[in-house]
């Protein structure tokens, strides 16, 4: 058994506690406001993100980010991306000595162009094998309705990532392993720009050629990849 924060109530958040809970971990999910926190511990719900959604008897919450993060083997940043380094800036001092700090977030820092996984070893001071990164096909309302999804842990420490993998598999959710951070964090980052472009392609009423033309001119050229997997022929 794992002790887990989740700094973030929002609907990513809320949804990744239930993951953790599932898996067998004990988890204190963060919330910003008291009274969203409230509503967890006596309700077992998020009123305000996944309000249908019933947390295990295994998620707590507060609004003191001290007391979730004191003791946690596992702190989960599931916050929004640009708001990162002030929150982490306040948080750094209650992270435990060897915790591992999880990226749930996808997105680079304005101003920096920085990735959360730097922002993360910059702002709390923690080498880089510490932090893992989240990152799939990985939507919070499916998810927390328990429909089955996988996801990518990424870090460059492998027996780390390994115990990331552990603490967050469960029937439906299942992670994988991976030590390509930037891969995934940039993956995440860009494939956004390619989902608004093809919402605006279909509010524009064009076709099916426009769509696959935006997909497969997303996807990294070969020579992109000609690095790891040798001469493109």
């Keep these: 058994m794992t002790a887990a924060a989740v700094l973030g109530a929002g609907s990513w958040g809320t949804a990744f506690a239930k993951v953790l809970a599932d898996a067998g971990n004990d988890v204190t999910i963060w919330a910003r406001r008291e009274a969203v926190a409230a ?3 006596e309700y077992g719900a998020n009123p305000d993100y996944l309000p249908a959604v019933r947390l295990p008897e295994r998620v707590t919450a507060t609004s003191d980010a001290g007391k979730a993060i004191g003791g946690a083997d596992l702190v989960v940043l599931a916050v929004p991306s640009q ?6 800036a306040e948080w750094a001092a209650f992270v435990e000595p060897g915790a591992t700090l999880i ?15 730097e922002v ?6 923690v080498p880089a094998d510490r932090v893992a990164v989240i990152s799939g096909p990985n939507l919070a309302a499916e998810i927390a309705a328990e429909q089955p999804a996988a996801t990518v842990v990424a870090c460059t420490d492998p027996g780390r990532a390994a115990l990331v993998q552990r603490a967050v598999t469960t029937p439906y959710f299942r992670p994988y392993t991976n030590e390509d951070v930037v891969g ?8 956004n720009v390619i989902a608004l472009a093809y919402g605006i392609a279909t509010a524009m009423r064009l076709g099916d050629n426009t769509k696959a033309t935006l997909i497969t001119r997303g996807w990294p050229r070969p020579h992109a990849w000609a690095w790891r997997w040798g001469p493109t022929r």
Excluded at 103 to 117: A, D, F, P, V, W
Excluded at 120 to 125: N, R
Excluded at 184 to 191: D, I, M, N, P, T
């Design 39 to 41: 509503a967890i511990r």
């Design 83 to 88: 708001t990162l380094r002030g929150n982490l």
């Design 103 to 117: 990226s749930l977030m996808k997105g680079i820092e304005l101003g920096t162009t920085k990735r959360m996984s």
């Design 120 to 125: 993360i070893v910059e702002t709390a001071g």
């Design 184 to 191: 995934c964090e940039l993956g995440g980052a860009v494939k």
